[in-house]
T-cell receptor, first 115, second 113 residues
């Protein structure tokens, strides 16, 4: 596609429910990143994929958070038993290579609201 | 480990005035540095980046930034602000051996007519 796409654009859920957020990176990009942006704050790194493997999961805040990537393309971020503090905008980015400094292209984000 | 501090969460300038957004970093090794812009309800867009070489980096929309190792700074400037520059700006740093970036808290730029 022309850019990174994410779905849904908005998600409202009740506390305790599970949610899945999807990211479609730019075709051919091997590296994929998930970040979280809370209100009035910068981006917080969650997880990084190179191909289908995740060499860096250091930013996942708890074991309720998991992510996978299939076919070296689409990635899904799953949050189980959502809590109100999970409310944030979840951003996905992709880059052509894993080389540090390679430009990351961001999607528009998924705004998650946990009631 | 690395960190980024953006001085001033809100900056207001008049149209045509100089834009200066400050960014200081902390890193154990020479870092890669980035500035991103985020317009309302849109994703982040790369303005410019410094990896190696020339320390004065020119980006899109007339922005530039200078890497000053001695001051651990990477301030973003534009000689003349335009109304369309109103947005949130993020400074980010990554290590040469790691793909992830660490972001500052952002600076909201307001441009007054």
């Amino acid at each position: 596609g022309a850019g990174v796409s994410q779905s849904p654009s908005n998600k409202v859920t009740e506390k305790g429910k599970d949610v899945e957020l999807r990211c479609d990176p730019i075709s051919g990009h091997t590296a994929l990143y998930w970040y979280r942006q809370s209100l009035g704050q910068g981006l917080e790194f969650l997880i990084y994929f190179q191909g289908n493997s995740a060499p860096d999961k250091s930013g996942l805040p708890s074991d309720r958070f998991s992510a996978e990537r299939t076919g070296g393309s689409v990635s899904t971020l799953t949050i189980q038993r959502t809590q109100q503090e999970d409310s944030a905008v979840y951003l996905c980015a992709s880059s052509l290579t894993k080389i540090p400094g390679d430009t990351q292209y961001f999607g528009p984000g998924t705004r998650l609201t946990v009631l | 480990a690395q960190s980024v501090t953006q001085l001033g969460s809100h900056v207001s300038v008049s149209e045509g005035a100089l834009v200066l957004l400050r960014c200081n970093y902390s890193s154990s090794v020479p870092p890669y540095l980035f500035w991103y812009v985020q317009y309302p309800n849109q994703g982040l867009q790369l303005l410019l980046k410094y990896t190696t070489g020339a320390t004065l980096v020119k980006g899109i929309n007339g922005f530039e930034a200078e890497f000053k190792k001695s001051e651990t700074s990477f301030h973003l400037t534009k000689p003349s602000a335009h109304m369309s520059d109103a947005a949130e700006y993020f400074c980010a740093v990554s290590l040469p051996n790691a793909g992830k970036s660490t972001f500052g808290d952002g600076t909201t730029l307001t441009v007054k007519p």
